[in-house]
């Protein structure tokens, strides 16, 4: 009974607590989900993210316009390239990245919409205490809406306007904080002969 008194006294202290823009952790591994509101793309990736070397891994397989795909991109954003990878027959293609790097956190100018607990308040280890905040995309004037939980500032959910897409909502999960192969963000040997094709954007990686 103590216990639960003392979870229920923490809990509505940190409810009272005016939540602040964060950012998460440097370095994170773990998995998304990613769909489409005219349902053209669902994807299944996994992800290693590297905010120090400004690096990012993604592993995914999905569907797209009614067609299976997989792919293995190893984004570089400090060299300004893009690696598709393809681990089966040892081939690779660098392309130009002609996009900035933009780290996993909460704008401070987000708009913060509410705290809420995933799960359960009853007891200890029922639930998670996660902020939602929204805010408007500089270059393109869509909206967005994110959800991080309140310790850690760990990623749970990403919605966002796009053109070609509408809504483009991706989950977060299995999150783990750290890196457990780093070799992974680092180009394969067989790559050091990549084919040079033209420059991509982001929607170009689910394509």
């Known amino acids: 009974m103590r216990v639960f008194v003392a ?5 509505a202290t940190s409810l009272a607590q005016q939540p602040r823009p964060c950012t998460s952790p440097a370095l994170l591994s773990g998995n998304m989900m990613v769909s489409t509101q005219n349902e053209k793309l669902w994807a299944s990736i996994q992800y290693l993210y590297d905010a120090v070397g400004q690096r990012f891994r993604l592993h995914e397989m999905g569907y797209y316009k009614n067609h299976s795909f997989t792919y293995d ?3 570089l954003f400090r060299e ?14 660098k392309r130009p990245l002609k996009v900035d790097f933009h780290p996993m956190a909460i704008p401070s100018n987000a708009t913060l919409l509410g705290q809420a607990v995933l799960g359960s308040s009853s007891g200890p280890g029922q639930g998670i205490l996660v902020n ?10 869509g909206r967005y809406v994110t959800t991080v939980t309140e310790f850690g500032c760990i ?15 991706t989950n977060f999960f299995n999150n783990i904080i750290g890196i457990s192969d780093p070799s992974q963000l680092n ?4 790559c050091q002969d990549a084919s040079h094709e033209e420059p991509v954007d982001f929607f170009s990686l689910f394509q």
């Open 80 to 93: 300004a390239a893009m690696y598709e990878i393809n681990n089966h027959d040892h081939t690779c293609k």
């Open 7 to 11: 979870f229920a006294c923490f809990l």
């Open 187 to 190: 180009p394969p040997a067989f």
């Open 73 to 75: 991109g190893l984004l």
């Open 155 to 169: 990623p749970i959910s990403v919605s966002y306007q796009t053109q070609p897409f509408g809504w483009m909502v």
């Open 132 to 141: 939602t905040w929204m805010g408007i995309i500089p270059k393109t004037g």
